[in-house]
């Protein structure tokens, strides 16, 4: 399984509606909107990176009022 974070950037006064409709996604572990340079930070995981791609960019990006993702994955080191 793999898992990352999403940092998301959102229109103003667009984070809570964002997180929470990002809150309902399948793969989507949680989603909080919170201050700072992003808006909203989300976890989310799937089974393959290319899954988490499609996550990403097929339904995430989709949600109104986002400007702008960054994904970073979840590392397990030794």
Known sequence: MIQAYILIQTEVGKASAVAAEIAGLPGVI????????YDVIVRAEADTVDNLGQLVISQVQNVAGITRTLTCPVVHLP
Do not use: C, L
Request: aromatic share 0%; proline share 12%.
């Open 30 to 37: 949680s989603a909080e909107d919170v201050t700072g340079p």
